[in-house]
Structures are given as C-alpha cells and as structure tokens.
C-alpha cells in the first residue's frame, strides 16, 4: 500500500458501510455519548479502551459531528486502527480497532 | 541490557508553541505522552456546541488531538472542569488578566496535575512550549518561576523552547536532554516558531496566538464578573457553558434572562432548561429565553418583552408570549420592547 493511500485509510478508514455494521455489532465496548461534546465523547472513548485489551473493537456512538474529525486523529496519536464512521443523519457509529 | 526510556509529560494545547515542543523534545529520544487539560473554558469547545463548521466546512476539531496525530504523540484529554472552577477561576491566589484569564494559577494547577501523573506513573520530567517574555502574566521570569515552584516542579519542568535562556533543569543536568540542541526563544515575536515549524516539517497548526480560552475575552468577562457579584461563588460548570452564547439581560438582583441568538443557540439553551424559566414566542420565528432566579411579576412580563422583541414579530403592536416557570406556565400578551433606552442598561 502507497504511504499516501495508506495515510488516507488511517484518516477516513477503508471498510465498506455492511462491514463496519457486522464489526459494530461484535463491538467489545460500547460507549453512548449521544448529546455530549467535545471533549466529552473522546474522555468517555479514552476511559473504555483503557479496560479494554489490543485488537478489541471499540464503538462510539455520538451526535458531535466533530469525533469524525477527532477519533481518527485520536487513533492516529495513539497507533490504534481506525476502522471508519457510520451516518445515520446526525448519528454517528464509530469504530476503532485497538493496537496489539 | 536494554537502557529505560526517558519518559516526559508535556502541556499540550495544540498550539504552535506546545506543538513545537513535543517535536522537539520527542526528536531527542525521550517518549512523550501529551496532556491537554480540559477546562471547560475552551473557544473551540462552544462551536462543537453550536454544531458550528470552520472556514473550510469541517467541524472545529480539537488542536491537542490533531498535533498529537502530526506527530504520533499519544494525547491524554484530562478533564479537570469540576475543581478548575472553585480552585482556579474563582479565587485565584495570583489574580486575573485583562479579562476573567487566571493565567498564573491556571499554570500551577495543570502542572501540579501533570507533577501528581508525572509520580504515579513513572515519567522522569514535564516540559511545556512556554516562551519566555511571550506573555505578559505568566510567561515572565518571576512568575515562571514561581509557577514551577508552586506547582512542585523545581527542576523537572522544562520548557525547551527558552531553555537556553533558563537556569539548566534536571533534565539538562542529567544528560537526559541534550541543553544545546534546544532553544533560545524570547518575546512576542512567533517568528522564530514559525521559522521552527517550517524546519520541523509541520504545516498544520492553529494560527499562532489565536487563543483558545474565553477567560481573557472581555466579553465573556464582563458576563463572568456579573454572575459572581450577583451569585458569589454558588455557581457551577453550567452557569460557565451558558455564559458562551445569547444576549444576556439582568433583569433584578437575582434575575437574569439569556435570549438565543439564532436556531443552533436556541438549541443549545434548550439543554439547559431543566431548572430554569423559559420563553418563547409561538407565532413567529423566536429565540428560546431562558430566566434564572425568582422573577416577580413585573420581571417575567419584561423578559417576554424582550423576547418578543427579538422575535421575528417584533413590528407588531403586541404579542403572545409562552413562559414557564418550573410547574407555572402560561401564556402573556405584550408589547415588544422597541427603546434602546430600556433595554441598553439592562444588557450584561
């Protein structure tokens, strides 16, 4: 993978919107931070992968149209994989992969 | 045997300057975990609010967060509002800025936070983007001094981007930092930073001295200083968040109204109503009022008045106006406040 296309997955994660569905409903943790903002959603996303162990998937679900600029500059500070975001109008799904 | 890392804690605001440091510091082989301390004062913190878009249609994106990724730095978001409000904001031992802006204080508190982190965690030093002259409260030599000393840091605070001009810290002395590769820095000028950034390779940063604290905003002061003298310091995180947005009118002793300004305010005092008194015009497009305190009679039609006046029916000769007062509501026709006169002195 080019580093460029490499960057662009790391920003916009690369998964088809079925594939993030199956992976939100395996999710390990899920945080609601529905009506929250920021820093809320990242202080909540950040308490949980603290329990969790690498490689479990971690959902947000948000309504600050900000954690789709946040999570994955977050995922990209921290080595975690950001997998992408599912819209349903102000709805936000994210998904993050934690590093091994 | 493999040699332990040298492990630093730095102030991360997301600005040039913090940004800069952590590169630098990060660039001499030590590992870096960023703190950006949230206190509830952030700018960018009410357009995330607001549902507000920046000049290239994005939302407002938390600084501390995108430095952190420019430059793999772990960041650490460590929510500090609920003892920065007494602690800090309310009683500073060292006194305000220009504005409501506790920048001494402000200084000890996070770096006392990073020193107890910096001990329970194993980390060897803290290091801020400070510069030295830059700021006229807290980056001068004395009260740097006195921040690192108050804040418990004697030694282990290092702020590269002026240690040249700075008594050596442990760091320094420790051969954990190499002193010569750091800077030099002093005054208002950004240029040298900007000059450093470029070298660096780091294009993407805030515009440096934007600012993103209200505490130093006079306007948000004077709002600020007008609560305390009329709540002392029986005020909490809420009362801070609806000082950002609408109009706000005191109306008597204990009585003050906030009147949205446009929808997406009107949303966000919705948020706030549990506890306090509402109005709203029905017939027009209205801004949402939300009352605090005990209104008398006279009170509550006046801050319909207002509200009716900056509904979208303010020409017409009188209007409904729909109020609430927890388990009281009702519905009053009046005329909108059309004098300046009137409503100047009243406007915080």
Known sequence: ?100 | MAQEPIRALGLMSGGLDSTLAAHLVQSLGVEVLGLHFSTGFCVADRHRLLGNFNNRDKPYRNDALHAGAQLEVPIEIVDIKEDYLPEVVLDPKYGYGQGMNPCIDCRIFMLARAREMMRERGFHFVFTGEVLGQRPMSQRRPPMHTIESEAGLVGYLLRPLSAQLLEPTVPEREGWIDRDRLFGFSGRSRKPQMELAERFGLVDYPQPAGGCCFLPDENYARKLRDLLAHRGTEVDPDDMMLLKVGRHFRLGDDVKIIVGRHESENDYLERFREGRGAAWVEDFSSPLTLIEGRPSADELELACRITARYSAGRAEASLPVRWNMGPREGQLRVEPVQEDSLLEPLRI
């Open chain 1, 1 to 100: 993978m080019g580093e460029r296309e490499e960057f662009r997955r790391q920003v916009h994660g690369s998964r088809a919107a079925d594939e993030l569905d199956r992976l939100a409903d395996g999710a390990a943790e899920r945080i609601d931070a529905l009506g929250t903002f920021c820093p809320e959603p990242l202080i909540r996303t950040q308490e949980a992968a603290r329990g969790m162990s690498g490689g479990q998937i971690l959902l947000l679900i948000a309504d600050d149209a900000g954690v789709e600029v946040d999570i994955p500059a977050w995922c990209m500070s921290h080595g975690h994989e950001y997998l992408g975001t599912l819209r349903e109008e102000r709805r936000l799904r994210v998904l993050v992969r934690l590093r091994s």
